[in-house]
């Protein structure tokens, strides 16, 4: 039976509010969380004994290997036999073998510990650096020392490793050494305070959750459900395990006598309600006289410009989602929106637990796709190539939401492809492109990101460790140009035609309104007179003539002729190919007439160098029932800011602008109602942005404002690139052909 309003903790407060419900679970919700626990379990997410017990004896071996680096600087520093003997240097475990929710296959996340004259410069990336690389047990070492937290990556045994680094101010590192204390963070640098805030903040979460057993297992099932959904990757703007862990825990202090299935529910229906940029908390944000920069948008201005704010709790607070974007947060809620839709349908016995954790079809989600192709000589290079190429993806995401005034939505997904065909080292990401929804379509409206790409490869290429054959190539391809190497088997799953009104209206382009009727007739004659001799024999031989890029791929023999040509040539090319507005119109037309000849071929990408007109986007039906859900509700003049003393308090919010699930949930289910909105409502605490001088404005006033001021700017910029520098700059387009 559930347990009662009054029952224990009633009067225990965990968080910065009162929990929603002290209800416990009821003989339902024990069998639900059974059926769960077993679903994970046929998943595979837990780790056998013996994979445990070799994780162990990895750890074993790396502590003893460090304590005689350790050894070996300080002798060469000439201190006394006394001090070699002392000296030490302690390994500590962070992330998800910190918190006990590791799966198999999981990077073991380590810190090493030592004393003050062991510096991360020399000491750890070259002496270290050098132990590791002779042994044997040691593979695919990879340094990576201007990483935001620098880092040691290497395989232990088949084991993955990652080695973080911090110098405290003590000449003997004690064996027993709490890391918790504060006193760890004096007279060290920035780096350093991030480094050992990963097992701070570990050890935080597990003090502040009611029940460590329910929140590990809610954690790992969604933990496993991110990565199903394609969510899951903080480097590329959603979710880390860092971030998760604290959302759940956040929830678990807001049902405290929920058990894992009740929670998981729970998880959906808070953060689909709640109201972004409204940050997220354990404890109140402390501050501290060693002076660190913690989390404060009213003394920090980029502060405020955070999306997702979720704050760590281990002094120096900070937002460990600083890298979400307007994008990936559109992305997330749409799946938060998804998933819950599920779980209620789950408590009504209508589906099964399996049905939440279906993998997201990425690839029949967008009609267009930006494919980030990456190149280097041998494997161990295009290992520290991806790395730094990944890690500036979230960039390019932002650099495109500047460029169209975010008009344009980004979608990055966090899984690596390969193409073993090539004759290089490969890997791609993709990026699933759409326009923004709700916007005013336009006849002929355009979006040329040319000079965004440009920009963006200029910064990747100014990678610290370049090599040569390192390369990178961006281009735009279609949904059905998408390369078969990244479908399960090396083909593309059926799709049933779905009619849409999007699919029967078809807007012209903007050249091809300024085309004269003759010459319209001239293509649908000659296209007629196509399907008659069997053009489509050798129509990839003409596509291949008429692309810019056809050069570029005989001269570059790891892109290959026939499957992945890619959308970037030199600007020699570009200025033969594309000298006047004319040619441009020309290549558009002979484009889109071989488009619509040939039958849809998933071997072949695009290489439409032109730029074409967007349409609204179609998406897949799993995006249908998500399509309107807003990252965060803004405007909402009755919020006020409760911000005293340099904490942030509870505060109150209008009830208008928050959406109730109640048709969602089983009546009669007393956590089910309200008092999830009237909680939410004393989460509000950034709803108004203050300015310098402690005034609240409402940022839906200064909205049009700005959008004026943004679309000159627009204007004037594309004026610029357009007739300046498309000469010298690869054309992308987002096309209107629906399929």
């Not at 002729?561 to 600007?571: Q, Y």
Request: with cysteine; charged share 25%.
């Amino acid at each position: 039976m559930g347990s009662t309003e009054g029952l224990g903790s009633s009067t225990l407060q965990f968080g910065v509010t009162k929990p929603i419900s002290m209800a416990g679970p009821m003989s339902a919700d024990f069998q639900r969380t059974k059926e769960l626990e077993k679903f994970l379990a046929d998943s595979g997410i837990y780790e056998t004994k013996e994979e445990a017990a070799k994780r162990e004896d990895v750890l074993r071996r790396l502590r003893k290997v460090v304590k005689g680096w350790v050894k070996q600087i300080t002798r060469l520093r000439r201190y006394t036999d006394q001090m070699v003997e002392d000296a030490n240097a302690v390994i500590m475990t962070f992330g998800s073998y910190r918190l006990g929710v590791h799966g198999p296959g999981a990077d073991l996340d380590t810190l090493c510990i030592g004393p003050s004259y062991v510096n991360r410069e020399e000491d750890f990336f070259f002496t270290l650096h050098d132990i590791l690389a002779n042994m044997e047990e040691v593979t695919e070492l990879q340094p990576v020392p201007d990483a935001h937290v620098p880092v040691m990556k290497f395989k232990f045994d088949g084991i993955s490793v990652d080695l973080l680094y911090a110098s405290i101010s003590c000449l003997v590192v004690p064996e027993d050494l709490d890391i918790s204390d504060i006193s760890v963070l004096h007279n060290v640098d920035e780096p350093t305070v991030r480094s050992l805030n990963g097992c701070r903040v570990a050890d935080q979460i597990l003090k502040l959750v009611p029940n460590v057993e329910y929140f590990r297992t809610t954690l790992r099932c969604l933990k496993f459900w991110a990565k199903r959904r394609g969510i899951y990757s903080n480097v590329t703007g959603f979710l880390g395990g860092v971030n998760l862990a604290l959302l759940v825990a956040r929830v678990c202090q807001l049902y405290p006598n929920a058990n894992p299935s009740m929670l998981v529910s729970r998880f959906f229906r808070v953060y689909t309600q709640w109201r972004w940029p409204n940050p997220v908390m354990l404890c109140p944000i402390e501050e501290n006289e060693l002076g660190f920069s913690v989390w404060d948008p009213r003394r920090n201005p980029r502060d405020r410009t955070h999306h997702m704010p979720i704050i760590t709790p281990a002094y120096p607070c900070m937002n460990s989602t600083y890298s979400v974007s307007t994008s990936t947060l559109r992305v997330m809620m749409e799946q938060f929106q998804c998933g819950n839709k599920i779980c209620g349908e789950v408590e009504l016995n209508k589906v099964h637990w399996s049905a939440l954790f279906e993998p997201y079809i990425f690839f029949e989600s967008y009609k267009n796709y930006l494919q980030v192709d990456i190149i280097a000589a041998d494997v161990d290079d295009l290992r520290a190539w991806k790395g730094w190429v990944e890690s500036r993806l979230r960039q390019l995401t932002l650099m495109i939401e500047r460029d169209t005034i975010g008009k344009l939505q980004c979608h990055p997904y966090p899984h690596e492809y390969m193409d073993t065909s090539k004759p290089c080292a490969h890997s791609a990401f993709f990026m699933g492109l759409q326009r923004k929804e709700g916007e005013i379509v336009q006849e002929g409206h355009q979006f040329d990101i040319r000079g965004t790409v440009e920009e963006f490869k200029h910064s990747v290429n100014m990678y610290m460790f370049w090599r040569p054959g390192m390369d990178i190539y961006v281009s735009h391809v279609r949904r059905r140009q998408i390369p078969s190497y990244v479908f399960p088997n090396g083909y593309k799953r059926s799709r049933p035609s779905r009619p849409t009104p999007q699919m029967e209206t078809f807007p012209k382009s903007l050249h091809e309104d300024e085309a004269s009727g003759v010459e319209n007739r001239e293509r649908t004659h000659k296209r007629k007179l196509d399907d008659k001799v069997g053009v489509k024999q050798n129509v990839a031989q003409k596509k291949q003539a008429m692309s810019p890029s056809g050069s570029l791929a005989r001269s570059n023999p790891c892109l290959g002729s026939g499957d992945m040509s890619v959308n970037t040539v030199s600007d020699s090319s570009v200025r033969h190919e594309l000298t006047n507005a004319e040619s441009v119109n020309l290549l558009n037309n002979k484009q889109e007439e071989l488009d619509r000849t040939q039958s849809p071929d998933p071997e072949c990408a695009s290489n439409s160098s032109v730029i074409t007109t967007v349409t609204s986007d179609a998406g897949s039906p799993e995006d249908a029932g998500s399509a309107s859900v807003v990252g965060f509700v803004e405007g909402n003049s009755r919020c006020v800011e409760g911000m005293t003393s340099g904490r942030f308090e509870d505060t109150t919010c209008g009830t208008d602008s928050v959406m109730l699930v109640e048709n969602m949930v089983a009546p009669g289910n007393e956590i089910l109602q309200d008092p999830l909105q009237q909680q939410l409502e004393k989460n509000a605490l950034l709803a108004m942005v203050p300015d310098s001088k402690a005034r609240i404005h409402s940022e839906t006033l200064e909205k049009p404002v700005i959008r004026h001021v943004l679309l000159l700017t627009s204007f004037f910029r594309t004026f610029y690139l357009y007739f300046v520098f498309m000469p010298s700059l690869v054309i992308l387009s987002i096309t209107g052909d629906w399929v």
